[in-house]
């Protein structure tokens, strides 16, 4: 079964649910780390998906539906976090389509002011190779430029650049929000206050868990 996992870039849906599969043993599926992954490997999918990626704009929905088909694969048993998917309603459509056995059963929706999106967002660092995520005053690294998970070397994405965060703001606001309301008339939608401290956040999101799942 999935649990989908929405908000707008920088509310904190890598992060929760990251975890939550430390926390519950689910599995997470994020099409952005699967996409940075095809272009680190230098796929055709990569190549196709990299400048897009970088412009803060949305890959084409073809491209999203190949990655998700063979994300999903083999997760028919567990409870999938899906992170970063549906990003558009075409892209809500097709979920419904491709899962149909791994039917969506929630879709929490972690809701941030956008002054703050933008403060997280610029401030954000990632580990290159674990995908880790720190903020230069709210979460640095116990040493400067290395990843504590993994040792790896802490980057800041080039879409998390000034203006590529504005651009995903807006893409946010015009693609994905209408995609909230798509699941509110499917009476899956719950809304979560994603302010305050991750512990915080997570604790919220647990009880929504709590009511989603028998
Ligand atoms: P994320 O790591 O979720 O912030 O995604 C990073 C970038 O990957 C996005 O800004 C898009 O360019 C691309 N991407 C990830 N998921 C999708 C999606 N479902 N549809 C289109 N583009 C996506």
């Avoid at 694969?73 to 809500?92: C, F, I, M, S």
């Avoid at 660092?125 to 040792?151: L, M």
Wanted: net charge negative.
């Amino acid at each position: 079964m999935i649990l989908v996992l929405m908000g707008a870039p920088g509310a904190g849906k890598g992060t929760q649910a990251d975890m939550l599969v430390e926390k519950e043993g689910f599995v997470k599926v994020s099409t952005g780390d699967a996409l940075r992954r095809q272009i680190q490997l230098g796929t055709e999918i990569g190549k196709k998906a990299s400048g897009i990626m970088a412009a803060g704009e949305l890959v084409p929905d073809h491209i999203l539906l190949e990655i998700l088909k063979a994300e999903l694969e083999d997760k028919a048993d567990k409870v999938v976090l899906l992170d970063g998917y549906p990003r558009n309603l075409t892209q809500a459509q097709t979920l419904q389509e491709v899962s149909r056995t791994k039917a969506v059963r929630g879709v929490i929706h972690i809701d941030v002011d956008s002054e703050e999106l933008v403060e997280r967002l610029s401030g954000r660092r990632t580990c290159s190779n674990c995908g880790a995520s720190y903020h230069v005053v709210y979460g640095p690294p116990k040493s400067e430029g290395v990843c504590d998970r993994c040792g790896g070397a802490i980057v800041q994405r080039p879409d998390d650049q000034e203006d590529k965060v504005k651009v995903r703001l807006q893409v946010y606001e015009e693609n994905t929000k209408p995609v909230l309301d798509f699941y509110k008339n499917r009476g899956l939608y719950h809304h979560i206050d994603g302010s305050g401290s991750v512990e915080e956040v997570n604790a919220r999101i647990r009880l929504a868990i709590k009511e989603i799942l028998p």
